[in-house]
């Protein structure tokens, strides 16, 4: 059974702080993973990775992925308090058009 | 607790044929409700959200529609499909408090 493992469940830290989200997963068949930002409404993708070792980027917000480990970082530099959302991580098997989504964390930035 | 449902599971469909998936809630009032696809090779994209009965957002331009004729019920339609409709769809719902999205078991459309 696909299984995707977000940690932590949630986290608190103060505007300006730098923090890192972890995404573990087993899965077979692996094509990519991804990343969401969940705020009142919607999850807003942030980004697909499917090679290891490549980071990508968007201003603050990077990710990385391992695919030797099979885990996921995502970094929020400098954060604010709209940076304060839900972070969910799935991971998408080959084949299958399917995702498996971890539980999220939930990040509370404080001013 | 609250549970999603949503279908058919799979549906198999000639191209210029309608659509229909249906969803349903319970055990909750005045959710948000989604409707997201996954096309292959692509991550979710948010096709509709509804906030309330009668309530609907597009988030992007297709042959799609959506209604929602209760509060706990969201159904996606299409009047004729087209081959690029084929893609996992997506139900999901959350409070308007941000909490978690919960999404449905999924539909697999394969339009031929």
């Known amino acids: 059974e696909d299984k995707v493992v977000q940690s932590p469940l949630s986290l608190v830290v103060h505007e300006g702080d730098t923090v890192t989200l972890n995404c573990s997963y087993e899965?077979?068949?692996?094509?990519?993973l991804l990343w969401y930002k969940q705020e009142k409404k919607a999850p807003t993708f942030l980004f697909m990775l499917?090679?290891?070792?490549i980071e990508k980027k968007s201003g603050r917000l990077s990710s990385i992925l391992d695919k030797k480990e099979l885990f996921s970082i995502l970094n929020i530099r400098a954060t604010q308090t709209g940076d304060s959302a839900i972070y969910l991580c799935?991971?998408?098997?080959?084949?299958?058009?399917?995702?498996?989504f971890g539980k999220g964390t939930m990040l509370l930035v404080s001013p | 607790s609250q549970t999603i449902h949503q279908w058919p599971a799979t549906l198999v469909q000639p191209v210029g044929s309608p659509l229909s998936l249906e969803c349903t809630v319970e055990g909750t009032s005045n959710p948000n409700l989604y409707w997201y696809r996954q096309a292959a090779g692509r991550g979710l994209q948010l096709l509709f959200y509804?906030?309330?009965?009668?309530?609907i957002s597009s988030e992007v331009p297709q042959n799609l529609s959506a209604s929602r004729p209760q509060d706990r019920q969201f159904i996606l339609s299409s009047k004729k499909l087209l081959l690029s409709d084929s893609g996992f769809y997506l139900c999901a719902w959350n409070q308007e408090s941000g909490n978690t999205i919960y999404f449905g078991e999924g539909s697999w459309l394969t339009v031929v």
């Open positions: 899965v077979t068949n692996f094509r990519s």
């Open positions: 799935a991971v998408e098997a080959r084949g299958y058009s399917t995702l498996t």
């Open positions: 509804s906030v309330g009965i009668g309530q």
């Open positions: 499917t090679s290891s070792g």
